[in-house]
């Protein structure tokens, strides 16, 4: 299977350290496994005959990569051009307008092109028309990183609760807000603080918006909804409160009545992101960068997975999502 | 809809069937049936029942059956399934507002205000809410702490 990466960043240069390393893993599903095509903002390397990998893990500019770079080159034309059938969407999340991935992943799907991604902003946009885009095109298409990192939600319905319909979904979905409330749960330090020690150890970004006005978690409430209720779920169906209101006295009043302050999301009959008080001994009371999804189903009743929500773990489930997409290619190859 | 009833039965043999025919006639499922007898006073025993009716309308009736045999009806009422609630409020909060809410049986059973160490006033309440009226009572209250400016935080 031939493949391509859009989007260089983190995720996109983790995952070719990962193919790079984990060679015999893939080649147990797909012997011709080829990593033909890298692209970001600025241009793209492409050989049809595959990348050299070690030498992609050495360079910082795609350019430096010299043979087969196309300065200015889009991502658009790779994925155009290139004869692939697998391709690695990981562009930066923009929940606005989910561009530049949803043109991407639109693309793709479109020539017949499997898509891994684990990027939320296409999905928040478009998810059931993507998932149509997908079927119409007899394409897979995986996203199981865009929620809780490596904590395998989606991969854990699809493949181990097929019979199951799930009626609720809750879950401490960003790791960020989790290690304020955490901090500020422990060690009875103020908001202010937590959120300061948080930016100097790179958990949260320097505008920490994103993470404590409770929008990454908006968003993956609104893929859960989507992906696992099959509801046709906006952003802005969701009712959102972030945590900057919450002071050292409402942390410690909860305490003292042994339940824990955690920016909690909820798909139920509404769908909302907000503070909410966890008895401590709930499965869902984790605490620092750790992310829990708690789902409720007519079958298993109740079922809840504690895992990291980002950084370096995320890339397991990027890997996995494509292992699944080489298994399936390979199964269908053998009914055919 | 679950009812605890207090009879007052002679004490005589017989007198508990012929009192529970009026509940079954009327549909009355009997959860439990406790004979009082250590409470015997002047000929009478009391006997407490938990009866399950569909509507109030077959209460009514039963009681109505009952009294035409004459049978003695200490107490009847409705068993009000309650949850705990805890809600934690954080900003300028109107506690006479809240208190003077009363939600139909609903009780604040517990307050706990904060030594404030920030600007911001802080309570948790504890409520007992008829299980049925949760959500509806919990929706009152954020649609009073949008209005407030507080932040109401309740339990998952």
């Known amino acids: ?336 | 809809m679950k009812y605890d009833i207090t009879l007052a039965l002679a004490d005589r043999p017989g007198q508990l069937v012929k009192a529970l025919e009026p509940i079954a006639k009327n549909g009355g499922n009997i959860i439990s049936i406790v004979h009082e007898r250590e409470k015997h006073v002047e000929g009478f025993v009391p006997v407490s029942l938990v009866v399950d009716f569909s509507s109030k309308a077959n209460l009514k009736k039963t009681i109505e059956d009952l009294i035409a045999i004459d049978v003695v009806i200490i107490k009847s009422e409705e068993i009000i399934e309650t949850t705990r609630v805890t809600l934690i409020l954080i900003g300028k909060i109107d506690l006479k507002r809240l208190i003077e809410a009363k939600f139909e049986n609903t009780r604040i059973s517990g307050l706990e205000v904060s030594t404030p160490s920030s600007k911001e006033a802080c309570i948790k309440l504890d409520l007992e809410v008829p299980t049925d009226n949760v959500e509806w009572v919990l929706d009152q209250l954020k649609r009073m702490s949008k209005e407030e400016d507080v932040i109401l935080i309740s339990s998952i």
């Open chain 1, 1 to 336: 299977m031939k493949t391509i990466i859009v989007g260089f960043g983190f995720i996109g240069r983790d995952l070719v350290r990962v193919i790079n390393e984990k060679r015999d893993i893939i080649k147990k599903y797909d012997q011709d496994f080829k990593l033909v095509g890298v692209s970001n903002s600025k241009g793209y390397i492409y050989n049809e005959e595959g990348l050299d990998l070690e030498k992609l893990l050495k360079i910082k500019a795609l350019s430096e990569y010299r043979i087969n770079y196309k300065a200015n080159g889009s991502s658009l034309e790779l994925i155009q051009k290139s004869n692939v059938n697998l391709m690695v969407e990981a562009t930066p999340t923009r929940i606005q307008d989910g561009e530049p991935g949803l043109s991407y992943i639109k693309k793709a799907l479109s020539k017949g092109i499997h898509v891994v991604t684990p990027n939320k902003g296409p999905l928040v946009v478009a998810f059931q028309e993507l998932s149509a885009l997908a079927k119409k095109n007899n394409c897979e298409f995986l996203f199981e990183a865009t929620v809780a990192g490596a904590v395998p939600i989606f991969s854990l319905v699809r493949e181990c609760l097929q019979g199951d319909k799930v009626k609720r979904i809750s879950g401490i979905l960003n790791g960020t807000t989790n290690y304020i409330l955490s901090k500020m749960h422990f060690e009875e330090t103020s908001f202010e603080l937590a959120l300061k020690e948080a930016q100097e150890r790179k958990i949260s970004e320097k505008d920490p918006s994103y993470d404590v006005d409770g929008i990454d978690a908006a968003c993956k409430v609104v893929i859960l909804a989507n992906a696992l209720m099959n509801r046709n779920a906006k952003f802005e169906d969701v009712e959102r409160l972030g945590i900057r209101g919450i002071t050292q006295d409402a942390v410690s009043l909860a305490k003292r009545a042994n339940y824990a302050i955690k920016l909690v999301g909820t798909v139920d009959k509404k769908l909302e992101v907000a503070p909410k008080l966890v008895p401590i001994n709930h499965p869902l009371c984790v605490h620092g960068t750790l992310n829990a999804v708690h789902i409720e189903t007519d079958l298993a009743n109740e079922i809840t997975m504690i895992g990291y929500g980002a950084g370096k773990e995320t890339i397991s489930a990027v890997f996995n999502d494509v292992l699944t997409v080489l298994k399936k290619a390979k199964a269908a190859a053998k009914d055919n």
